[in-house]
């Protein structure tokens, strides 16, 4: 088989930083481009000089995470001026998600204007499930990939002189869950001569919805029993606006304490969800059409401001608290944490993944030890709340989810190479393929 040039920049071995380059037909195509977060950022390879941005024809985009798509502002400022394909919904976060992470990495106002400027005159949205065509023949089509709004697998149709069919290469990017709040359910995978699979939980498998729902209000029943706050990390995109979801579907405009959005990235990323309803899934968008908007309830509450946030720090539980970031690696969390970790009679709920060496995998690993403690900028802070880790709520499908996706594929993919995962995680999720009869590359 004539297999299209492939150089795993980034997440090739980790679960951040993921980043494809593409080589075939004398054109260039990178495939994601994002930032390593955590421990996996040991593993951070320059984009110069492996690869000259002026060279790349065309950035593919995934979804709109900061780990796919964190480097684009230094792709664009080095030179890259190829075009961004995405979805639409992707197309519409890039703004907001890359605005927040070039204010972290010290771009000036100046630069983050033209940058913000070129991503928008640059940028395309695609509709799913249609084959469009670039240049010299290659062809590539969207599919829904259930992890956040607007993210996607592409699967890419390459001309072989060497063989009468093209070549199929398709990427997953990140897969979700099925049954997930909001979002449409991942679309079967056309038939790939090779498929680049995410094994993020490969050697996992999560709780299924009506367990986790229930899980989730008997945690947060015995939270409030306590009179504390609940404390969740959460991703600004996604995690943010799913578990509003799921304290709407419990307590409808009743819950029993206040609900505060301490981030105002998640506010703005969850406006744009409201936005964006026309790509909800169908139990979302009959709510929303009954007059049930699932990101609206009564004692729900924005935290916009700093003075709002310090005045949320001093005020008692119980109450839930959602803040960023997901792995509590900056952000609002970090102040909440440091005052309200060491209370026994409060709770932090961890919904995502936590990559290695982040607050978030620190104090999972230490609350499970005698007079655990972390240190959140230099200050030592005992772990005495309770610590929960529900796993059902994370976006990234299961080793179940994974298998079953492949499965669904017509016919089995003649080649398999899994990235976006721990080492555990890989050799688990191979192991399992290999039973099956794929071919899967070590």
Request: with cysteine; net charge negative; proline share 5%.
């Amino acid at each position: 088989m004539n297999y299209p040039e492939i150089v795993h920049i980034g997440g090739e071995q980790t679960v951040t930083g993921s980043c494809h380059l593409v080589r075939a037909c004398g054109i260039t195509i990178m495939v994601d481009c994002g930032l390593y977060q955590g421990g996996d950022a040991d593993h951070s390879v320059e984009l110069v000089p492996t690869v000259n941005p002026h060279e790349i024809d065309y950035l593919f985009l995934t979804h709109a995470h900061i780990d796919h798509i964190g480097r684009l502002p230094d792709l664009i400022a080095t030179g890259f001026s190829g075009e961004i394909i995405c979805s639409h919904p992707t197309k519409a976060l890039l703004a907001p998600m890359l605005t927040d992470t070039m204010r972290l990495s010290g771009y000036s106002k100046n630069q983050e204007k033209k940058i913000l400027a070129a991503i928008e005159e640059l940028s395309w949205g695609f509709e799913y499930n249609t084959s469009f065509k670039l240049k010299k023949g290659i062809e590539f089509k969207l599919g829904r990939a259930g992890h956040i709004l607007g993210s996607s697998f592409i699967s890419f149709k390459f001309p072989s002189v060497k063989a009468s069919n093209a070549v199929a290469v398709t990427f997953s990017g990140d897969l979700g869950n099925k049954d997930t709040p909001i979002l449409c359910d991942p679309d079967p995978p056309e038939h790939s001569d090779l498929l680049i699979l995410e094994s993020t939980y490969g050697d996992r498998l999560h709780e299924g919805r009506s367990q986790r729902q229930q899980k989730l209000r008997d945690v947060l029943g015995n939270a409030f029993r306590d009179g504390g706050k609940v404390f969740v990390p959460a991703f600004s995109l996604g995690r943010t606006q799913e578990f509003l979801f799921e304290l709407d579907r419990l307590y409808g405009d009743k819950p029993p304490a206040p609900v505060f959005v301490d981030s105002p990235l998640g506010l703005k990323i969850t406006k744009i969800y409201s936005e964006l309803s026309a790509f909800w899934d169908k139990e979302s968008s009959s709510l929303l059409a009954s007059g049930d908007h699932p990101f609206d309830f009564n004692h729900l509450y924005s935290v916009a401001s700093f003075r709002e946030h310090k005045e949320l720090l001093e005020m008692p539980g119980p109450a839930i608290i959602i803040a960023g970031s997901g792995m509590c690696s900056g952000g609002r969390i970090l102040d909440h944490l440091a005052t309200g970790l060491a209370d026994k009679r409060n709770d932090i709920f961890f919904v995502g993944y936590q990559a290695h060496g982040t607050l978030g995998r620190k104090i999972i690993e230490f609350s499970n030890r005698a007079n655990g403690y972390v240190l959140i900028g230099s200050r030592k802070v005992a772990i005495k709340a309770k610590v929960h880790k529900l796993s059902g709520y994370s976006a990234h499908a299961d080793q179940k989810g994974l298998v079953d996706w492949v499965a669904s594929m017509l016919g089995k993919p003649g080649r398999i190479k899994l990235v976006h995962g721990e080492l555990e995680s890989r050799t688990a999720l191979s192991e399992i393929l290999l039973e099956k009869g794929y071919n899967v590359e070590p």
